[in-house]
């Protein structure tokens, strides 16, 4: 990064200069080469991220977090949500612990990191398992849009495979990123900044289309739409730039399977890592989802808004220029705050911005004059922007905290805490639905649903001292220090053979990173 920013730093500085003798002999030029500047700089962010990790990355990126998590993923959120309501009729609880059972793959993350760590298929670590996620995906996806009356545990399990191909791309690529990460400590926050830029944009358009792919072709068109995302991962599968072990033995693969979890385990106890994973969980799991019933309530004819479809994805969609408010918001003015400070104040805004909640339900906003449309946009953006704020820095401080040689699994074990937290987030909530006796058409207890995940919300403050207070730039919990914790922990496990046997020498980790090329 050092060499690539040094150059962008050049040409900016160089491009000032001329700008500013433009400005003395004709404005008009100046200004124009202000604009001009302005559009290169993310062109030259790219070139730069390309340069210093590989254009293959850079493209993963794009390709599994942008089209699969972000478009794909938003068009799968709001044709779920109707699925749920309006062909399965269930009800905002049950929606809620269906939505649970379907997060499980994400729950199992390590298992997938593990696999593609320490399991070669064909002699490839990561190409196979691209492939796989593709055909899963497609698979599931076709069956739920061309099978009649499917019922809704044949359902869940097709929802619940589609779920698994998302995860286990995103833990492919999660790998080739901390690992990244590991050898340029520098580029972290930045590559977690291309992560999440590339998922809210794609988020952003996926929202925007997805309610009127709803009303014209259904639910279960969305599904058959969305074989087209998993399509391009099993493209990434078969283009990828990989190199080739074909005298991997398969005979060590138990003894590896040991070495890595005794890896991570040797690592999780350190309490420089243990501490931050117990925070995110905690941060996560009491910040109770109830929005299966927000949802109902928002289409509901009688007692909501009553939104169409279009609506609702147009508010999800604008409410996602928030999400990619906040990633820009974080990489040029935040990414190198202290990781605890930062996180206090996102929290704290967390929960004060679950009142919007509370003054739309009341409809308070109408008294305010303003509209219901308007005001759940603001509602959404802001939720999504505090959220993205928060999210960041625990991205960045978990690909710190990778063991060299397993980062795809120690990763996906970091991940899957916090997709833990968010399933446990939505059982709860389903649980404080049921109980509070919010159904599809019964909703005078949701104002005290949303007012009791609010004080939830702010309860995670009281464990920030979990969190170092040091920023990312200082952040000395470095690969290179895991490995040591591993070498000199008590089961000396053997974390170089498991780099010998992986062909990841410091020298070859720079040729093997390339391997990706495309982006919940």
Same mark, same amino acid.
């Given at each position: 990064?050092?060499?690539?920013?040094?150059?962008?730093?050049?040409?900016?500085?160089?491009?000032?200069?001329?700008?500013?003798?433009?400005?003395?002999?004709?404005?008009?030029?100046g200004i124009l080469m202000g604009c001009c500047n302005t559009i290169r700089a993310p062109i030259d962010w790219f070139r730069m991220l390309s340069k210093e990790t590989h254009w293959s990355l850079v493209g993963g990126v794009v390709a599994v977090y942008g089209i699969n998590q972000g478009f794909g993923g938003a068009l799968a959120r709001v044709?779920?949500?109707?699925?749920?309501?309006?062909?399965?009729?269930?009800?905002?609880?049950?929606?809620?612990?269906y939505k649970g059972i379907t997060n499980i793959p994400w729950i199992i993350k390590p298992i997938w990191g593990l696999l593609t760590d320490v399991v070669p298929i064909f002699g490839y670590r990561r190409r196979p398992y691209f492939v796989l996620?593709?055909?899963?995906?497609?698979?599931?996806?076709?069956?739920?849009?061309?099978?009649?009356?499917?019922?809704?545990?044949?359902? @869940?399990?097709?929802?619940?495979?589609?779920?698994?191909?998302?995860?286990?791309?995103?833990?492919?690529?999660?790998?080739?990123?901390?690992?990244?990460?590991?050898?340029?400590?520098?580029?972290?926050?930045?590559?977690?900044?291309?992560?999440?830029?590339?998922?809210?944009?794609?988020?952003?358009?996926?929202?925007?289309?997805?309610?009127?792919?709803?009303?014209?072709?259904?639910?279960?068109?969305?599904?058959?739409?969305?074989?087209?995302p998993f399509a391009l991962v099993l493209l990434?599968?078969?283009v990828l730039k990989e190199p080739h072990s074909p005298s991997f033995a398969y005979r060590q693969i138990n003894e590896k399977f040991l070495d890595a979890a005794s890896a991570m385990w040797t690592t999780l106890k350190c309490q420089d890592v243990w501490r931050p994973c117990l925070y995110m969980y905690l941060s996560f799991a009491l910040s109770l989802n109830i929005y299966e019933g927000l949802f109902y309530w928002e289409t509901d004819s009688k007692a909501g808004p009553s939104f169409s479809q279009?609506?609702?994805?147009?508010?999800?969609?604008?409410?996602?220029?928030?999400? &990619?408010l906040g990633a820009i918001l974080y990489q040029y003015g935040l990414k190198t705050h202290p990781f605890r400070a930062l996180l206090f104040w996102t929290q704290l805004f967390f929960g004060l911005s679950g009142m919007l909640d509370l003054v739309f339900i009341l409809r308070l906003n109408l008294k305010l004059g303003l509209s219901d449309y308007f005001f759940a946009v603001i509602d959404e953006s802001v939720f999504q922007l505090v959220g993205?704020?928060?999210?960041?820095?625990?991205?960045?401080?978990?690909?710190?905290?990778?063991?060299?040689?397993?980062?795809?699994?120690?990763?996906?074990?970091?991940?899957?805490?916090d997709n833990f937290g968010l399933m446990s987030s939505t059982w709860l909530g389903g649980l404080l639905l049921h109980v509070l006796n919010v159904t599809r058409t019964q909703?005078?207890?949701?104002?005290?649903?949303?007012?009791?995940?609010?004080?939830?919300?702010?309860?995670?403050?009281?464990? &920030?001292? @979990?969190?170092?207070?040091?920023?990312?730039?200082?952040?000395?919990?470095?690969?290179?220090?895991?490995?040591?914790?591993?070498?000199?922990?008590?089961?000396?496990?053997?974390?170089?053979?498991?780099?010998?046997?992986?062909?990841?020498?410091?020298?070859?980790?720079?040729?093997?990173?390339? &391997?990706?090329?495309?982006?919940?």
């Amino acid at each position: 990064m050092m060499v690539g920013e040094g150059k962008i730093q050049e040409t900016h500085s160089r491009e000032e200069q001329q700008v500013e003798g433009d400005e003395n002999g004709s404005p008009k030029r100046g200004i124009l080469m202000g604009c001009c500047n302005t559009i290169r700089a993310p062109i030259d962010w790219f070139r730069m991220l390309s340069k210093e990790t590989h254009w293959s990355l850079v493209g993963g990126v794009v390709a599994v977090y942008g089209i699969n998590q972000g478009f794909g993923g938003a068009l799968a959120r709001v044709g779920t949500e109707y699925y749920m309501k309006d062909v399965q009729k269930v009800q905002p609880s049950e929606a809620q612990a269906y939505k649970g059972i379907t997060n499980i793959p994400w729950i199992i993350k390590p298992i997938w990191g593990l696999l593609t760590d320490v399991v070669p298929i064909f002699g490839y670590r990561r190409r196979p398992y691209f492939v796989l996620a593709g055909i899963l995906g497609i698979l599931s996806m076709f069956f739920l849009s061309f099978h009649e009356k499917l019922h809704i545990v044949l359902a @869940l399990v097709c929802l619940t495979v589609g779920s698994g191909g998302v995860a286990i791309a995103d833990v492919t690529v999660d790998a080739c990123v901390a690992q990244q990460s590991g050898i340029h400590p520098s580029l972290a926050p930045d590559m977690q900044s291309l992560c999440a830029l590339s998922s809210s944009i794609g988020a952003l358009i996926g929202f925007s289309l997805s309610g009127v792919f709803v009303h014209l072709i259904g639910p279960k068109g969305v599904y058959g739409l969305l074989s087209i995302p998993f399509a391009l991962v099993l493209l990434v599968g078969l283009v990828l730039k990989e190199p080739h072990s074909p005298s991997f033995a398969y005979r060590q693969i138990n003894e590896k399977f040991l070495d890595a979890a005794s890896a991570m385990w040797t690592t999780l106890k350190c309490q420089d890592v243990w501490r931050p994973c117990l925070y995110m969980y905690l941060s996560f799991a009491l910040s109770l989802n109830i929005y299966e019933g927000l949802f109902y309530w928002e289409t509901d004819s009688k007692a909501g808004p009553s939104f169409s479809q279009e609506t609702i994805g147009f508010i999800l969609s604008i409410g996602s220029v928030g999400s &990619l408010l906040g990633a820009i918001l974080y990489q040029y003015g935040l990414k190198t705050h202290p990781f605890r400070a930062l996180l206090f104040w996102t929290q704290l805004f967390f929960g004060l911005s679950g009142m919007l909640d509370l003054v739309f339900i009341l409809r308070l906003n109408l008294k305010l004059g303003l509209s219901d449309y308007f005001f759940a946009v603001i509602d959404e953006s802001v939720f999504q922007l505090v959220g993205r704020l928060k999210w960041m820095p625990l991205l960045v401080l978990s690909s710190q905290l990778c063991p060299p040689g397993i980062e795809g699994t120690f990763f996906a074990l970091l991940m899957s805490i916090d997709n833990f937290g968010l399933m446990s987030s939505t059982w709860l909530g389903g649980l404080l639905l049921h109980v509070l006796n919010v159904t599809r058409t019964q909703f005078d207890n949701l104002w005290l649903a949303i007012l009791i995940r609010n004080v939830l919300r702010i309860v995670p403050l009281a464990f &920030l001292f @979990l969190v170092p207070k040091s920023s990312p730039e200082s952040s000395g919990f470095s690969r290179m220090e895991v490995l040591s914790i591993l070498e000199d922990g008590e089961s000396h496990i053997e974390v170089s053979g498991i780099l010998e046997d992986s062909e990841l020498s410091k020298s070859e980790e720079v040729e093997l990173t390339p &391997l990706v090329s495309n982006i919940g």
